[in-house]
């Protein structure tokens, strides 16, 4: 079903987010910030985070079993789904994904190419149940490595093969964890170390504030209604926009309307220029006022500026 940009909502919108970063520099504890957040640990390394910050969590040893327990019935004490990692979750998914098809893999145990694209689309239709289905915010967790790129340093995922790719493209926000000094920070911009991913004006370099004893864990909760907020106010901003358009519309089919022949068409035609347009009025009522005096058979003197 076709529909219009004026029909958009303010609903509030989950989001999919994906964070890297060395390992040991907090990405866990970063991730389960997020709000009422359930720890996909599939990384085996709830032991590594602060108690104070542990999450609720589940230790997946296959695919199938992160498939049995993200279902609706086990997750409504929930609102954030942390995948910690996204290069163990994609290991999980490399088995899993032969047993589904043979072709799927190598005579080692290892993916064909086909395999490659078969996990990239099963770790994207994932997101995508998670987000669409399972209506959660969802936070994938990846380590990064270095690459050099002639004489500079770039950071990437740790990923195999072609996934590296596919695992960017379900996310709303994504970026790299880095220290500077004793600050950590998380990057939403795109710059000469790495590739990343803002928007609804969350991007650039963002301090992660140093968590000290009995600070709440918040920082995902306190984004993501940020992001909320800018979804919110982009609504408000484009609903007055549409009335004016739905206005200018109506007011310009009015005047449309009223031209019979070449005297109402001049008398008109000043009125359709006074109209004040807003998005795509002005383009569609022209076309239509076209229209009109075509049907009529009028044309445009123009050294009288009048039709005739």
């Given at each position: 079903m076709i529909r219009q940009p004026s029909e958009t909502t303010a609903k509030v919108k989950k989001i999919r987010m994906l964070i890297a970063g060395y390992p040991g520099i907090g990405k866990s504890t970063l991730g389960l910030s997020a709000p009422r957040a359930l720890h996909i640990d599939i990384d085996h390394g709830i032991d590594r985070i602060e108690p104070m910050y542990r999450r609720p969590y589940i230790q997946p040893q296959s695919y199938d079993e992160v498939l049995n327990d993200l279902i609706p019935e086990n997750l409504t004490d929930f609102d954030s789904l942390v995948f910690d990692t996204g290069g163990k979750l994609i290991?999980?998914?490399?088995?899993?994904?032969?047993?589904?098809?043979?072709?799927?893999?190598?005579r080692d145990g290892s993916l064909s190419l086909q395999g490659y694209g078969f996990v990239g689309r099963e770790f994207t239709r994932l997101m995508d149940y998670c987000f669409y289905q399972l209506d959660k915010h969802v936070v994938v967790l990846f380590h990064a490595v270095e690459d050099k790129d002639g004489d500079a340093t770039r950071l990437r995922l740790m990923v195999e093969g072609g996934t590296k790719n596919s695992v960017w493209l379900p996310m709303d926000l994504g970026g790299f964890m880095e220290m500077f000094g004793n600050d950590r920070t998380l990057g939403l911009s795109n710059c000469e170390r790495y590739y990343a991913k803002g928007t609804r004006g969350i991007n650039g370099v963002l301090k992660i504030p140093a968590l000290q004893p009995g600070d709440p864990n918040t920082f995902l909760t306190r984004l993501f209604?940020?992001?909320?907020?800018?979804?919110?106010?982009?609504?408000?901003?484009?609903?007055?926009?549409?009335?004016?358009?739905?206005?200018?519309?109506?007011?310009?089919?009015?005047?449309?309307?009223?031209?019979?022949?070449?005297?109402?068409?001049?008398?008109?035609?000043?009125?359709?220029?006074?109209?004040?347009?807003?998005?795509?009025?002005?383009?569609?009522?022209?076309?239509?006022?076209?229209r009109r005096v075509k049907e009529l058979g009028l044309t445009y003197d123009a050294e009288t500026h009048a039709y005739k």
């Open positions: 290991d999980l998914m490399k088995p899993w994904a032969i047993k589904q098809d043979p072709k799927n893999g190598k209604e940020q992001y909320q907020k800018k979804n919110e106010a982009d609504a408000a901003a484009f609903a007055e926009m549409n009335e004016a358009y739905e206005n200018a519309m109506k007011r310009g089919q009015e005047i449309i309307a009223a031209v019979k022949d070449a005297d109402s068409a001049n008398i008109n035609m000043s009125l359709f220029k006074d109209i004040h347009h807003a998005l795509t009025s002005e383009r569609e009522l022209k076309v239509a006022w076209n």
